[in-house]
């Protein structure tokens, strides 16, 4: 296994601080092909006797973070399962600071026997060593959305974690302001191109009814895990395979204007230039007609917004292809675990149908597998649809090992180029310079 120093850890820091988990619920692995293949024997005999396996007298440590009420009863009907099935005992080791502890863990060789890996943070975790390679038929992963497993695949094709659940944008909409315009959601354009004359005369006529800048048109995000699927459409990423920034393509400049044209046009306002914290307080509070979040509003609109009549359709395209944004966790193997066997039971029986009916229904998050979708009959509730059909179109919120220091320097000259001190172009090679710095001083 990979030695974790300090260097590596303060990096992993660096990369943990804006990632953030916000799902509800890069380079190669450095290991040798030798203990690659070790780890792939390992895990395969692992798994091939544990769907039945007994595993009396000993316990199995899960890694995971804290959750809210609904969360923490899935999991522990979960354990409860688990432990009947095989006459064991699960041990949930919650963390409050997860990245931060986790690595610690792994430094001191006391990491749990399995664990979650956030989406975001995978082309960190896989270059450690501390994850061993999964055999993907051990674990039905062609039953998964493969832009999920793909998300937690290296780049010498090696599985490190399985997919748990997944949640993804979809477009909501206001249905009493859009009527207010003499419009319906079926009239919100399924493509971008088309969106400024219809958000236009939205923003014209809201503003005639209900006062000049009181109510938005849309909102939208000054953030890359909101921003990614613009941005980088027709370039070739935006950071290398050795994580370093590569914001600054003309293509890419191109692709902000896009959004600069509409911020300037006054018919995309971000939620606090609406006095609100995030978009679903602003759309819940009636101060915006439309916006793109994930399935957690969901709850959200229906407990503290019940009086918000809504509608929910599916992402729009953006030249001529259509995009959703995936916030997905998976389950890793810890490398030096004793109990490889359990973690891998585990991992299968979670991931299953069964286990992800349990998981996702109760937690309020979306099947990572479509059979699964299928069997927790998803399709009856029209917002559900939705956003699990933006699953298979959803790109993962990734952006190489160094994530955060790349979105903190896009975060930190966005607003100068909304406010028109920079134009597209001077923002992207200002923020591109300044991550690459910090990633060069991070080491």
């Not at 090696?158 to 748990?164: A, G, S």
């Not at 996702?360 to 998803?378: E, Q």
Request: proline fraction near 3%; charged fraction near 20%; hydrophobic fraction near 35%.
């Amino acid at each position: 296994m990979k030695k974790i120093n300090r260097r590596s850890f303060l990096k992993g820091m660096a990369a943990c601080s804006a990632a953030g988990l916000l799902s509800a619920c890069g380079a190669a692995a450095s290991s040798t092909a030798a203990s690659s293949a070790v780890s792939v024997a390992s895990s395969a005999a692992a798994s091939s006797s544990a769907a039945d396996a007994d595993f009396s007298g000993r316990t199995l440590t899960v890694g995971i973070w804290g959750g809210n009420d609904q969360e923490t009863a899935s999991i522990n009907q979960l354990k409860a399962n688990f432990e009947a099935a095989h006459n064991c005992t699960v041990e949930l080791k919650v963390y409050t600071d997860y990245n931060t502890q986790i690595q610690a863990d792994f430094i001191g060789k006391t990491a749990p026997d399995t664990f979650y890996i956030d989406g975001s943070m995978f082309a960190f975790y896989s270059t450690l060593g501390v994850m061993d390679t999964l055999e993907p038929a051990d674990y039905e992963l062609d039953a998964f959305y493969e832009n999920l497993t793909s998300a937690f695949t290296t780049p010498d094709g090696e599985v490190m974690c399985v997919p748990k659940d997944v949640s993804t944008l979809a477009t909501y909409y206001n249905e009493d302001l859009l009527a207010d315009c003499g419009y319906t959601g079926d009239d919100i354009p399924d493509s971008y191109d088309k969106y400024m004359d219809f958000l236009k005369d939205v923003q014209s006529k809201l503003d005639a009814k209900y006062g000049k800048n009181q109510i938005a048109a849309m909102t939208y995000n000054q953030d890359l895990a909101r921003n990614l699927y613009i941005l980088q459409d027709g370039s070739t990423g935006l950071c290398d395979a050795d994580g370093n920034a590569t914001l600054d393509q003309e293509v890419v400049a191109k692709n902000l204007q896009f959004i600069l044209d509409m911020t300037d046009a006054g018919v995309w306002k971000t939620p606090s230039d609406l006095g609100t914290g995030w978009n679903g307080e602003a759309f819940g509070t009636g101060k915006c007609a439309i916006m793109e979040e994930g399935n957690w509003v969901y709850g959200t609109l229906k407990k503290d917004y019940s009086d918000i009549k809504f509608g929910v359709k599916g992402m729009p395209k953006y030249n001529g292809t259509q995009y959703s944004m995936a916030y997905t966790v998976g389950y890793g193997i810890y490398t030096s675990s004793e109990n490889k066997d359990m973690a891998s039971a585990w991992i299968k029986y979670v991931t299953s149908v069964d286990g992800l009916n349990i998981w996702c229904t109760g937690a309020g998050c979306l099947p990572p597998r479509a059979d699964a979708a299928k069997a927790m009959d998803v399709e009856s509730d029209p917002v559900w649809k939705v956003h699990s059909e933006m699953s298979a179109v959803a790109l993962p919120w990734q952006l190489g090992k160094n994530l955060s220091l790349i979105n903190t320097a896009y975060q930190n000259y966005l607003p100068q180029a909304v406010s028109g001190k920079m134009t597209a172009a001077e923002c992207l090679k200002t923020a591109n310079d300044e991550a690459n710095q910090q990633i060069a001083n991070a080491g």
